[in-house]
């Protein structure tokens, strides 16, 4: 069963631009979830989406958005980036249901902002 | 909000010894704690996760212990490996509530194995 892909793996941008990532779960898995990593602040809980509906999210400004197709595929937005959004974009995919809390992680989108 | 400490920061064993890295967390709803590890270029990967209601689980080298009265959990790897250097990250979560997808990380461990 293929894991969790994130596309792209790299991104370069400058300041102001705004930038979209995508995440394609694990088949089956209907929850998506977004992180961001950085070395200062470490792994922070973005938002999660199940049914294309957002059921839960982090403490982040309105320029981090996300959503969700019918195909459980996730696609997170940033608009007017900043310098402080260079960061490690993680996605991860799980299960629904009592006792499916366990989070499968893809290998993320690296994201730099100029 | 859930905080989640984790010490030590960095970890340096021989090839063989064991590891211990040591997590607390903050909210007693917490019921979910589950160990990533990291390598470069990828994202974490799940190696053992334990529930509220287990006091310890173990999976070949790794095991996981958990102290609900302390609200404090731990990683132990034995006979270490070049192979397990990595970074670890322990996590807690309210599963089952309405914390759908969110888990607390600790800061992780950078874990050295020395051949």
């Known amino acids: 069963k293929a894991g969790v892909t994130q596309t792209p793996r790299y991104l370069i941008k400058t300041r102001g631009q705004q930038v979209t990532l995508s995440c394609s779960p694990i088949?089956?898995?209907?929850?998506v979830s977004w992180y961001q990593q950085t070395p200062g602040q470490g792994l922070q809980f973005l938002f999660e989406y199940f049914s294309e509906t957002q059921r839960n999210k982090g403490n982040f400004p309105g320029r981090f958005s996300g959503r969700q197709f019918s195909n459980s595929r996730s696609e997170m937005n940033v608009s007017t980036l900043e310098l402080g959004d260079s960061a490690l974009y993680l996605c991860a995919s799980s299960l629904t249901g009592p006792g499916d809390e366990k989070l499968f992680f893809g290998s993320g989108t690296q994201l730099s902002v100029l | 909000g859930e905080n989640v400490e984790q010490h030590p920061s960095t970890l340096s064993v021989q090839e063989g010894d064991s590891a211990v890295i040591k997590c607390t967390y903050s909210?007693?709803?917490?019921?979910?704690f589950p160990w990533y590890k990291q390598e470069l270029g990828k994202g974490p990967q799940l190696i053992i996760d334990i529930r509220s209601n287990v006091g310890e689980k173990k999976d070949q080298r790794i095991a996981v212990t958990l102290n609900k009265t302390a609200k404090h959990f731990s990683l132990h790897i034995t006979e270490t490996q070049p192979e397990d250097s990595a970074v670890y990250f322990c996590?807690?979560?309210?599963?089952?509530?309405?914390?759908?997808?969110?888990?607390?990380f600790g800061q992780g461990t950078i874990l050295t194995v020395h051949p």
């Open positions: 909210d007693s709803a917490s019921n979910y």
């Open positions: 088949s089956g898995h209907r929850s």
């Open positions: 996590a807690a979560s309210k599963a089952g509530g309405t914390s759908y997808g969110k888990l607390t």
